[in-house]
């Protein structure tokens, strides 16, 4: 029988055996309890004909959980001194393949084609390294990739945020952007004590279930995204002032002043009470006045 990479003392032993030290920069924190990676890997629902894309493999706690339930394992990790503990410590199991790259840089869509295209479907995973978790999220989800679902370990604060509902003081451009693409879900929050070294904050399992189609129909998905991000720049100020000042300019106020009343909304009210809907209409009404 094969023992778990997660446990702590064979955790120990392999970071021994290999004279590993952890580099904060790269958000090493690495996962020893089997119980949350059995959770994980359960929470990403996936089956013996699908595929995983994986995020940071690390040592491989994760990367193994998911050889053993899955039909293909694809893992890209950015740090090199990892790649020969990775061949080592994931030596049983025939159906993974390390990419030594930068997530943020390389062709997910080129290895889920190429490596992925016998699978039924397939899931995004990883405890992610915490200084990157925005860019690593928008950019899987924007390149619109073909897949079910995204399974996250991230900071609690950022599922928190992602996964927020309007009128919550959590809710803001980041929520509309993610729930764009998916609906998003915290699956289960995480302690401190699993990880090693521990982070300073507390973590959360996050669920993006990817959406077919957008929830909402905009005339122009970049413009629409400028109006969120424009609406939150200064959370404290009307939606009136923040497109004022950070989108049109007051030489527009009369085309944004048309614009709020033909979406029914009150110049007075700030972002974080407007729904995805009313956002969409919105800058929908902002460009067909602009263009
Ligand atoms: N999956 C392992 C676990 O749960 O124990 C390690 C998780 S650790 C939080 C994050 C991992 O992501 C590290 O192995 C780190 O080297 C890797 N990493 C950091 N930035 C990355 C990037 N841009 N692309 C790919 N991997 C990255």
Not at 139 to 160: C, F, G, N
Not at 174 to 194: D, F, H, N, R
Request: aromatic residues 6%; hydrophobic residues 40%.
């Amino acid at each position: 029988m094969i023992k778990n990479i997660a446990t702590p003392g064979r955790t120990k032993e392999i970071l021994e055996k290999h004279g590993f030290s952890f580099k904060k920069s790269l958000g090493q924190n690495f996962l020893i309890d089997v119980n949350i990676l059995n959770q994980i890997a359960e929470a990403a629902g996936m089956s013996e004909q699908d595929g995983v894309i994986e995020v940071g493999p690390g040592i491989g706690a994760l990367t193994e959980q998911f050889a053993k339930r899955v039909k293909q394992v694809e893992a890209f990790e950015i740090d090199g001194r990892l790649i020969p503990i990775l061949e080592d410590t994931l030596s049983p199991y025939t159906n993974v393949s390390i990419h030594h790259e930068d997530v943020l840089k390389a062709d997910v869509k080129k290895v889920l084609k190429e490596k992925l295209q016998t699978v039924k479907e397939t899931a995004v995973v990883g405890n992610l390294p915490y200084y990157v978790t925005t860019p690593i999220l928008m950019k899987l989800l924007e390149q619109r990739l073909p897949v079910t679902r995204i399974v996250v370990m991230i900071q609690k604060e950022v599922a928190d945020r992602i996964a927020a509902k309007p009128g919550s003081k959590e809710y803001g451009s980041l929520s509309i952007a993610v729930q764009y693409y998916s609906k998003a879900a915290t699956v289960m929050t995480v302690p401190k004590t699993v990880f090693v070294p521990r982070p300073n904050v507390d973590s959360a399992v996050l669920r993006l279930e990817i959406r077919d189609k957008a929830p909402v129909d905009v005339k122009d998905e970049q413009f629409f995204f400028q109006v969120v991000r424009a609406s939150f720049a200064q959370r404290r100020k009307t939606i009136w002032n923040n497109l004022q000042h950070n989108l049109l300019g007051k030489e527009r106020k009369n085309l944004l002043a048309d614009a709020l009343e033909q979406a029914d909304i009150d110049p007075k009210r700030r972002g974080e009470t407007l729904s995805m809907e009313e956002f969409a209409h919105l800058s929908n009404q902002l460009y067909e006045r602009i263009t």
